[in-house]
């Protein structure tokens, strides 16, 4: 278990516009390590689910950032490409209320499969999920909605998002303390936004040209070596 004291700034850019008080928001946690497996000598299986409210980074850790804007190809007409928003705050807040997201849910896991004492391997996955809630998808559609052209082109406005992820490393040590390993992984984005947006040179996306993009699910791949 895990408490965590949502603290926040001000309403506007200076002290005397107020601020919300503090909320608190908590985090629970189950994990299960199965060892000694029939497979063979070291394989193992860990398993871990994680429930939070209002302590969002206790489950995402490094399996998203604080934003996320992932960005593919499209068929609208116009749309130069496509683009998967997601945003992973604790909460959410507006003149006298807080809106915690809940559930929020995370399902790591790992099979851990010893190959040889040279060679070993790993297949791990995880999968979270984020609910803003009524109330709090109100007020951030409501700051999005606001921004008028840029986002006039939203037809379904929905802030929720799940995230996926599966994923291979190997492992070679031809001698002891020198390991060289080579790690695979896809990532699914799967959020509800619908319709377009449009950016300007001013607000730019990423480092992406100011265009029309299709708001879209998306999916990517990366690998990484190392030794």
């Known amino acids: 278990m895990a408490a965590h004291n949502n603290h926040v700034a001000y309403y506007g850019a200076t002290e005397p516009t107020g601020h919300p008080g503090d909320k608190w928001g908590w985090a629970a946690q189950l994990a299960l390590s199965i060892k000694n497996l029939p497979t063979g000598p070291g394989d193992t299986i860990n398993m871990q689910a994680v429930y939070t409210d209002g302590a969002t980074r206790y489950y995402f850790q490094s399996l998203a950032p604080q934003n996320l804007a992932m960005f593919g190809g499209t068929s609208v007409p116009g ?3 496509s683009i998967g928003l997601a945003a992973a705050a604790d909460g959410v807040f507006g003149p006298w209320s807080w809106h ?11 099979l851990h499969p010893q190959l040889n004492p040279y060679w070993n391997s790993a297949i791990y996955g ?3 999920q984020l609910k803003y809630g009524s109330g709090g998808s109100a007020l951030v559609c409501a700051a999005i909605l606001g921004l008028g052209a840029p986002t006039a082109g939203i037809t379904t406005c929905n802030p929720d998002f799940d995230v996926a992820q599966l994923g291979l490393i190997t492992r070679w040590t031809p001698v002891k303390n020198l390991t ?11 959020q509800k936004f619908d319709g377009t947006i449009t950016t300007t040179a001013a607000a730019p996306l990423v480092a992406k040209p100011a265009a029309t993009y299709q708001l879209k699910d998306q999916n990517t791949a990366s690998t990484r070596n190392q030794s």
């Open 126 to 128: 995880a999968y979270a």
């Open 180 to 190: 060289f390993s080579a790690d695979v992984v896809w990532t699914h984005l799967d």
């Open 100 to 110: 915690f997201h809940g559930p929020d849910l995370g399902l790591p896991g790992r």
């Open 79 to 81: 749309a130069y490409r």
